[in-house]
């Protein structure tokens, strides 16, 4: 199973608004400034609150239409709910206003890879990593386009170069695995896929891919253990469940 992240395929961008990130509740009533409309939208973003998020973003864009802060975490919202096309309007709005931003050129490589526009993701992740080559997202979604793509050299590269940036970030450990998975390296993946559960012991695709790999390699009762810890995880999960019990009943 080869995953993007949630919890790390967002930037929020800070490009002019550090300054406003306090605590406090956001207000549910109409503000007057656009500075509050951002402040609110970014902390009901943090709550998964999305279409108080949009509101409050939209609302500040009718005080500042041009504010690239504000178009780049309204394209943010908009990806997080699944409009993609509309988020990467919203992104490129917000580049051809505030020129180059390592910020917005990641969002915008994020937003094509989704899109399945592998080729362009690329163009525009090695543009924001040239600008910040610490941008570790960016090497990450490089780095799923060229899987997608099928060149395995290049996305192992990237990977490493993510962690080298963010030893744990796990979400890279698990993808760096599924390649050494495909070139046939199935120790190496392990001890990959291990790395993303130090990093994140709840990472459901990392004890999927663990256990789909050793019910490929027959070690049945291994495959149980690790569908057990998505299912631990995960109750809900139909695919685990079944393949948890298709590895028990082989379990000797």
Not at 1 to 24: D, N, R, W
Not at 25 to 46: L, P, R, T, V
Not at 190 to 210: C, G, H, I, P
């Amino acid at each position: 199973m080869f995953i993007h992240p949630a919890e790390y395929k967002i930037l929020l961008c800070t490009l002019t608004f550090a300054v406003l990130f306090q605590s406090g509740s956001a207000s549910d009533g109409m503000n007057e400034s656009y500075e509050q409309w951002f402040k609110d939208g970014m902390q009901f973003y943090q709550e998964g609150r999305l279409d108080k998020a949009q509101d409050a973003y939209e609302h500040g864009l009718a005080f500042e239409p041009d504010n690239p802060s504000l178009l780049n975490n309204l394209g943010n919202v908009l990806s997080d709910k699944g409009d993609n096309i509309a988020a990467l309007a919203r992104y490129e709005q917000a580049l051809a206003i505030s020129g180059d931003d390592s910020i917005i050129l990641g969002n915008i490589g994020r937003t094509l890879f989704l899109l399945g526009e592998y080729e362009e993701a690329i163009k525009m992740c090695n543009n924001a990593i040239k600008l910040d080559p610490e941008n570790s997202i960016a090497w990450y979604y490089a780095a799923t386009a060229y899987y997608e793509l099928n060149r395995y050299d290049e996305s192992i590269d990237y990977f490493h170069k993510a962690l080298n940036i963010n030893q744990s970030f796990a979400l890279a450990w698990n993808n760096l695995g599924n390649v050494h998975v495909l070139r046939g390296e199935y120790n190496k993946a392990f001890m990959l896929y291990n790395k993303a559960l130090e990093s994140d012991r709840n990472l459901t695709q990392a004890w999927y891919n663990v256990g789909s790999l050793f019910f490929a390699l027959e070690r049945y009762c291994e495959s149980a253990k690790a569908f057990e810890e998505v299912v631990r995880i995960k109750s809900d999960d139909i695919d685990a469940l079944a393949r948890l019990n298709a590895a028990l009943e082989l379990c000797a």
